[in-house]
Nanobody, 127 residues
Framework: QVQLVESGGGLVQVGGSLRLSCAASGRTFSSYTMGWFRQAPGKEREFVAAIRGSGGNTYYADSVKGRFTISRDSAKNTVYLQMNSLKPEDTAAYYC????????????????????WGQGTQVTVSS
């Protein structure tokens, strides 16, 4: 059974940092593109960041560029999201997802190509 399990969420003050982890099990995702999405109450799920298999190309939403860093450890089947300089608007449930490697770069900004999803971890940034 394929599972993506997120961890590392919590409550942090404005300007603080958190590192989210997503541990995959049930299959190897080394060739898959791994992504992070988020969803705030009353809003649609939005793309945050993604990383190609083998830790190649990375992609970021403009709203997090320069503050968030996505990385992966293929040996551990784990992907990370380092979040710095957090803002109240970063408050959301964060979801890890995996997509097959055969899409073009632009497709990985959209949720529809991701066919495995975690249950989410809550990040709350307090002012």
């Amino acid at each position: 059974q394929v599972q993506l399990v997120e961890s590392g969420g919590g409550l942090v003050q404005v300007g603080g940092s958190l590192r989210l982890s997503c541990a995959a099990s049930g299959r190897t995702f080394s060739s898959y593109t791994m992504g992070w999405f988020r969803q705030a109450p009353g809003k649609e799920r939005e793309f945050v960041a993604a990383i190609r298999g083998s830790g190649g190309n990375t992609y970021y939403a403009d709203s997090v560029k320069g503050r968030f860093t996505i990385s992966r450890d293929s040996a551990k089947n784990t992907v990370y999201l380092q979040m710095n300089s957090l803002k109240p608007e970063d408050t959301a449930a964060y979801y890890c997802a995996a997509a097959p490697p055969y899409y073009s770069d632009s497709n990985y900004y959209t949720a529809i190509v991701y066919n495995y999803w975690g249950q989410g971890t809550q990040v709350t940034v307090s002012s």
